[in-house]
């Protein structure tokens, strides 16, 4: 059973009128483990219990410690400064403690059973590299999916690319003037950069090429087959470069249904604003206002009639709505586009959709690196491609020289040198900007991930040297007796909630952090109490479950996040 509903259920008979998931709920695992294992603030009992929060704290002590029921459950209850703070008995531990070892899938649940999520995510522009700023969006959402999945919910990832808009009539126009088939099947995505850049150049001592790419991309709208049939090579192009990235850092995706599929969806949308009385005419363009709500007004149709991001992301929404029911539909975008998520919002509320309150935006800083801002204009761009290149080659290099004889080195430094980069960009709170400096990312020592997967190998190679079959006994001789042990099996019971605390709130950085900690309790029993060379049975038994447990959870912690799990490096 879940331990928080044990405790509560322990405390139900001295609380009235409120159910033990209630008293559960307000249970909260205190930040330092000499304040007990779980700890219940008891001021917010003070309301129906009409006393002071010190005095519930001693009195509910009182009615615990008279509770037989209580005994090898508590090792103690203490009262302190409003706080009923509980240290749960090491005997209780070891029952735990076999729950993991024997679980491969601990941490996962069944909440979301027959719920499905959209979560719209990565979502890069086609035709233009993909960036560091990009990696956030595809990993934070990435682990934002793992999480639901992980938790029994039925998931659409969707790669909303930008796939439509008038930089591709520019591509058409620069690519019939400067391009060659080759020069694009074997430059890619830069290619197609490196003509995109010139137009602009050129554009600038002749205006009427704008002309002629907006001509292009009114017959795209036309149908005009090969206009047509350029843009959808250029995506071709696009996408097979996105996928290798992709590969590296475990993306996946449901739907790779971009801004175009929406095109012949917006007429429906522009129809049934214009009948709900919403748009006003501004300038030529049509929009809907937001004054009353505090924001400019939402952009709908421009003054020549053609739909932007906006009209198809609503366009986009009422589809997913209809076609998968989602009880969320979370995006995963840069802060900077908060203001368009709200915007857009409040249009699908004003349309009378009471959906729109399951509408999530879940933004993120930005990225710098050796404290450099990132910007596409100024030239200051640094390609993922790049990054992942240079982390694999340090990478290999640490393993060249800490671990010379390791088999499959180039796979292993991949998985290391990449995971690197994605553990540091989910370490910390999604919403914060990210500095990327080599020597932290990389670091084996620090709080990084090449430390964590590390972690993991280390178990994993102590498992197997003493084979599994000491696992599958049960739990009645384990002994925990060492504080070291009963640390790191209350840190790996934390799992379960960090998981469901992560996908509430959408924060996949809470994983991250609590592997480190895992990690450290670990290095610190594994440091104090000798597994393989223990002498009493009982006790190596014990010891090889904790390895086992841990293992388990770091392997799932880590997949959660998106990083790859070699068992030697
Ligand atoms: N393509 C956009 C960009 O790179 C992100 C799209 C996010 N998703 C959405 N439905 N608007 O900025």
């Known amino acids: ?315 986009a929404a009422i589809y997913r709505k209809e076609n998968y029911n989602f009880e969320k539909c979370i995006y995963v975008t840069s802060a900077g586009q908060s203001l368009h998520f709200a915007q857009f919002f409040k249009v699908i509320e004003l349309m009378g959709y009471e959906w729109a309150k399951d509408m999530v935006h879940v933004p993120f800083g930005t990225v710098s690196i050796e404290g450099a801002k990132l910007a596409t204009r100024t030239g200051n761009v640094v390609l993922l491609d790049d990054i992942f290149r240079t982390a694999t080659a340090k990478t290999l290099e640490i393993i060249n020289q800490k671990n010379p004889d390791l088999e499959n080195k180039d796979e292993v430094a991949s998985a290391v040198g990449v995971g690197a980069v994605v553990f540091h960009d989910l370490s910390n709170n999604r919403i914060k900007d990210v500095n990327f400096m080599w020597d932290e990312v990389l670091n084996f020592d620090g709080n990084t991930g090449p430390y964590v997967q590390y972690t993991y190998a280390r178990c994993c190679g102590v498992l197997e040297k003493v084979g599994e079959e000491l696992l599958k006994e049960d739990a009645d001789g384990y002994i925990i007796d060492t504080e070291a042990e009963a640390n790191l099996v209350k840190t790996l019971k934390l799992f379960p909630d960090k998981v469901e605390s992560a996908r509430k709130e959408l924060e996949p950085s809470f994983v991250a952090r609590y592997l480190l900690d895992v990690c450290a309790d670990f290095n610190r029993f594994y440091h104090d109490c000798p597994v393989l060379k223990c002498e009493n049975e009982a006790v190596k038994k014990t010891r090889i479950a904790l390895v086992k447990a841990t293992s388990i959870v770091l392997k799932n912690g880590l997949t959660l996040i998106g990083l790859k799990t070699p068992k030697n490096i």
Request: hydrophobic share 35%.
């Open 1 to 315: 059973m879940n331990e928080k509903l044990l405790v509560a259920q322990k405390l139900l008979s001295f609380i009235p009128d409120m159910t033990a998931e209630d008293i559960a709920a307000m249970l909260e695992y205190p930040a330092d483990k000499k304040m007990g294992d779980l700890a219940l603030p008891c001021f917010k009992l003070s309301k129906i219990l009409r006393k002071a929060p010190p005095m519930i704290a001693d009195s509910l002590k009182e009615g615990l410690e008279r509770d037989e029921s209580c005994k090898g459950i508590f090792d103690n209850v203490q009262s302190v400064n409003g706080y009923l703070n509980f240290f749960i008995s090491k005997g209780s531990l070891a029952k735990d403690l076999e729950d993991i070892a024997l679980n491969e899938k601990y941490g996962s649940s069944e909440k979301g059973k027959g719920k499905t999520i959209v979560i719209d995510y990565s979502s890069p522009n086609v035709a233009k590299p993909f960036h560091i700023g990009h990696l956030r969006s595809t990993v934070i959402g990435q682990s934002i999916k793992n999480l639901h999945k992980f938790c029994g919910y039925d998931c659409v990832g969707v790669n909303h690319l930008g796939d439509w808009g008038t930089q591709f009539g520019k591509l058409i126009v620069a690519y019939k003037k400067w391009g060659s088939r080759d020069r694009i099947e074997n430059g890619g995505i830069d290619a197609l950069v490196e003509i995109y850049v010139k137009f602009h150049e050129e554009a600038e001592k002749d205006p009427s090429l704008d002309d002629e790419a907006r001509a292009a991309f009114t017959a795209m709208e036309n149908g005009d087959e090969e206009c047509l049939s350029l843009w959808k090579w250029f995506i071709e192009i696009s996408i097979n470069e996105y996928k290798k990235t992709y590969a590296l850092i475990g993306a996946d995706f449901e739907s790779w249904n971009g801004e175009s599929f929406y095109f012949d969806k917006t007429e429906r949308v522009v129809k049934e604003l214009r009948e709900k009385r919403l748009l006003t005419v501004d300038d030529g363009a049509e929009i809907v206002k937001l004054d009353d709500y505090g924001m400019p007004p939402c952009l709908i149709l421009k003054s020549d009639g053609s739909t932007i991001y906006a009209t198809r992301d609503i366009a």
